[in-house]
């Protein structure tokens, strides 16, 4: 019997990231670091699996990513442990965003008894079903913040401040707006709900399936439609702003103000109801100012003020966003970004013979230990090989240790761009080559 081949490769809309394009996620993720720890963010890591009601309570039922975008985990049939503790057999999914399993973890850890307001950040991968295209992935990354137990309009700008101060920091601000708008609250925003439920209902009938289940049970979803003929009837749809009450007004001028203080170009965009339910009043997204599709936004976010307490616990103002990594990063590439390198090693151990090759082991070791970057290939022979190699890596000293020099307890010093070298005792090498790399 012949065996099949097969050629494994990565899912639809999944992909590997390689060692070329490291530098660029790297520079970001240290940007993402240091910012929030300057505005006094800590990190929280939640799990990658979730029940699937954490998702489905907080982001909605009528939504895309709750009614046709979650991965669910299938477990094994003889995991005895995970059927006892699951009974009710609740599904699991891969997590499909940051946020509500964010304020999950609040709850859990009872942070509500911490100093508020409780400051997070995240950086990790999420997963969606969606049909992939550039820029959108089934595994994508995400560099979340949220400040959980803070009403103040400012802190809604300050958050959209850091994610400027990263767009600024990776070198790809220029050209960017925040389009924001505000949502409501849950005074103001049924008038609004029932103002637009007036105003799509004479089109009823040639809404899609879709579209009508939407109109019955949150009209709101049919201002973030991808379907043309909604886009079209959007443009006569009443705004928002016109509905909101005197406390969401005063909140959405001094986001407003706030912005103007910190700097933050920002679009007034009346359409902007994010995917989400949870939203209240702020909400914003962050796109290139000639590209106004909000498919292809670098991000975004709002306040939640009634999310915190659909999990149990009291009534909680928050606001947060999440900064989409993969766009980002390729943004950086496309507009040619300069990016710190990922560091060269410094020294590269050649041997030859069988001693030196167990020789090389140790001085390989001993070098890192003292901190210098050093590589070494036991499979190669040849001192051609081996110095081509170490060219190719770019160091800049290449250290010998032939049959003699293991035994004298010596090696070749050779400074690969001088094109000298010199023998020096390995006793002495750590001195030696903190002397020189030190100097480079
Ligand atoms: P959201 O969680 O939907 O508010 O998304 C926040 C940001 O994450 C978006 O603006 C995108 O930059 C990014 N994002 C969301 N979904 C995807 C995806 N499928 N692929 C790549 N990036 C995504």
């Known amino acids: 019997m012949t065996q099949q081949k097969k050629n494994w490769q990565t899912l639809r809309g999944m992909r590997d990231l390689l060692p070329d394009t490291e530098r660029y996620w790297r520079h970001l993720a240290r940007s993402v670091e240091e910012r929030a720890h300057g505005l006094g963010y800590g990190r929280i890591e939640t799990p990658i699996v979730e029940e699937k009601s954490v998702f ?63 400051k997070l950040w995240y950086y990790g991968p999420f997963f969606r079903a969606e049909r992939p295209q550039k820029g959108r992935y089934r595994q994508f990354w995400q560099a979340g913040f949220e400040t959980i137990g803070d009403p103040h309009p400012a802190s809604d700008a300050i958050l959209i401040y850091l994610f400027w101060l990263v767009l600024n920091d990776v070198g790809i601000r220029d050209g960017m707006i925040v389009d924001i708008n505000s949502m409501g609250c849950k005074i103001c925003r049924p008038k609004y709900r029932k103002a637009l439920k007036d105003y799509y209902e004479p089109f009823k009938k040639k809404l899609s399936k879709l579209a009508k289940e939407r109109l019955e ?104 966003f999440a900064m989409g990594v993969d766009r980002i990063v390729e943004e950086m590439i496309a507009r040619k970004v300069r990016v710190p390198r990922i560091p060269r090693p410094d020294i590269y151990v050649i041997q030859l013979g069988e001693r030196a090759k167990k020789t090389c082991l140790s001085i390989m070791a001993h070098l890192h230990e003292h901190g210098f970057k050093t590589l070494c290939n036991p499979a190669k022979d040849s001192l051609k090989t081996q110095l081509k190699l170490a060219h190719k890596a770019g160091v800049r000293y290449a250290l010998i240790i032939g049959q003699r020099e ?23 090498m750590v001195r030696v080559l903190e002397k020189r790399v030190g100097k480079k």
């Open 217 to 320: 049970k949150n009209p709101l979803r049919l201002l973030d439609t991808k379907e043309e003929d909604l886009i079209k009837l959007r443009d006569g749809a009443p705004q928002v702003i016109e509905y909101l009450c005197d406390t969401c007004r005063d909140h959405f001028t001094i986001v407003l103000e706030s912005l103007d203080e910190l700097g933050v170009s920002y679009n007034l965009n009346p359409l902007l109801v994010r995917g989400f339910d949870y939203y209240t009043r702020t909400t914003f997204e962050v796109r290139l100012a000639t590209d106004e599709r909000s498919q292809n936004a670098f991000g975004g976010g709002g306040r939640y003020d009634g999310l915190v307490e659909l999990f149990g616990s009291r009534a909680t103002p928050a606001v947060g």
């Open 56 to 118: 489905v309570r907080s982001i909605g039922e009528q939504t895309d990513i709750v009614s046709k975008e979650m991965f669910e985990v299938t477990r094994s049939e003889n995991d005895l442990d995970d059927r006892a503790r699951f009974s009710s057999k609740e599904t699991q999914v891969l997590r499909p965003e940051g946020t509500a399993a964010v304020i999950r973890a609040y709850r859990e850890h009872g942070m509500h008894a911490w100093r508020q307001p409780v």
């Open 406 to 428: 293991a035994l004298d307890e010596t090696a070749i010093l050779k400074d690969m761009a001088e094109g000298t070298q010199e023998v020096i005792a390995q006793k002495e």
